[in-house]
């Protein structure tokens, strides 16, 4: 077997400059960060299989040495790297504490709703809505990949945006329209937002592992939306008795974004429809769709629902450190705001 080039071009070099301002308080670095891991091997290495550098630690090397193709030694010397990179998985409490203070908060537009979650949507943190048919989950993130946009003082983050589309819901009129009543550039809000349409559940998978890609290409991205989280798996795997693979495969996603979101300083906010179970007579008659498997990743969890006089109501379940309670809003053509009687307390 030939001996591997290890690969430092100058255009590496410039690439890893801008990385490392990106990554400098993240967990662990992206794959063709690692030394000694140019993009022809990191290319390799990832179409075998390896995603990221956790699973590049956790490999054997002589597995890699015949999936990518490589030298043993060099197989050998990427694994110990990758497994140096991702040590720092413990960290003190005070690290931890430290990293907390880094938690930035995205506005919903809703005063009511933002008190219940804490001060808005977090970055570092997956927060799941989930509730019927029309009860505004798209809406909340339409109003949230416009609200992170805005300057700190109105509850933004100066940021831009990902929102990946299972559904073909994504509507770029009314972005302008929202952005419009904040006082942002339509077509500038829009041009800060990159859309991903997913076609089925693989694909959404590949567009979550683009994802590192585009925040080193733009470091402003605060906001991943997933909307919706569930709907190509729940299409694809309907009545083939494969609920365990598919729920793996969800279990794979939501770590990645919880991933993401830890690495990247970002928030992620991702919507579950549920379905209305009239068979069910006691208890909560609507369930998520994901089942437990979202309920144990996501952070914040948001069931909303429609309210009196065509407001929207948001409870939030089990949350770790924050009560639960509900906050009532609506939703109008300028988008998210308190109900009148909430607005003149
Ligand atoms: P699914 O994706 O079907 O599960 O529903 P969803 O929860 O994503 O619902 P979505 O966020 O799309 O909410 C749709 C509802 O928002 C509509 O039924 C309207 O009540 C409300 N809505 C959307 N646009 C406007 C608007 O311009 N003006 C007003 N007043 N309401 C709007
Ligand atoms: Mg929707």
């Known amino acids: 077997m030939e001996e591997d080039e290890i690969e ?13 301002e990106v990554h400098s308080d993240f967990e662990y670095k992206d794959i063709k960060d690692l030394p000694g891991v140019g993009s022809t091997i990191a290319s390799k290495i990832r179409n075998a299989g390896y995603q990221d550098v956790i699973a590049l630690a956790t490999a054997n090397p002589l597995v890699l040495t015949e999936a990518c193709g490589i030298g043993e030694p060099t197989a050998r010397k990427i694994v110990a790297e990758a497994r140096e990179a991702s040590k720092m998985n413990f960290m003190s409490g ?12 995205i506005s919903t537009s809703s005063e009511a709703l933002n008190i219940l979650l804490g001060g808005g949507v977090e970055t ?35 940021g831009h945006a990902i929102w990946i589309d299972t559904e073909g819901t994504f ?26 349409r997913a076609y089925s559940s693989d694909h959404q998978v590949l567009l979550v592992d683009k994802v ?16 919706s989280m569930m709907a190509l798996f729940r299409a694809e795997y309907v009545g083939r008795g494969t609920l365990a693979d598919r729920q793996q ?7 990645n974004l919880q991933r993401l979101a830890d690495r990247f300083n970002v928030a992620v906010y991702i919507t579950n429809q549920v379905m209305a179970r009239p068979d069910v007579m006691f208890g909560d008659p609507t369930a998520a769709v994901g089942g437990h498997i979202i309920g144990h990743v996501a952070t914040y969890r948001i069931y909303l629902r429609k309210g009196k006089k065509g407001s929207r109501v948001g409870k939030l379940v089990d949350s770790p450190s924050l009560p639960e ?14 109900l009148e009687e909430e607005k003149k307390k």
């Not at 430092?8 to 490392?20: A, L």
């Not at 302008?176 to 859309?195: R, W």
């Open 249 to 255: 495969k969800v279990n794979v996603v939501l770590h």
């Open 124 to 158: 570092q943190s997956i927060t799941e809505c989930y509730g019927e048919y029309g009860s505004g989950k798209s809406q909340l993130a339409f109003q949230l990949a416009v609200d992170v946009q805005l300057p700190l003082e109105k509850g933004g983050l100066e």
């Open 8 to 20: 430092h071009t100058e255009e590496e070099n410039e690439n890893e400059e801008i990385t490392e």
């Open 171 to 196: 509507r770029p009129s009314r972005i302008e329209q929202l952005a419009a009543v904040k006082g942002l550039d339509p077509k500038q809000a829009l041009q800060n937002i990159k859309i991903g």
């Open 325 to 338: 309670g509900e906050a009532s809003f609506e939703i109008t053509s300028n988008g998210i705001t308190d």
């Open 94 to 105: 005070l690290e931890f504490e430290d990293k907390r203070k880094s938690v930035q908060r």
């Open 212 to 227: 590192p890609e585009l925040i080193n290409a733009d470091p402003k991205i605060k906001l991943i939306v997933v909307d």
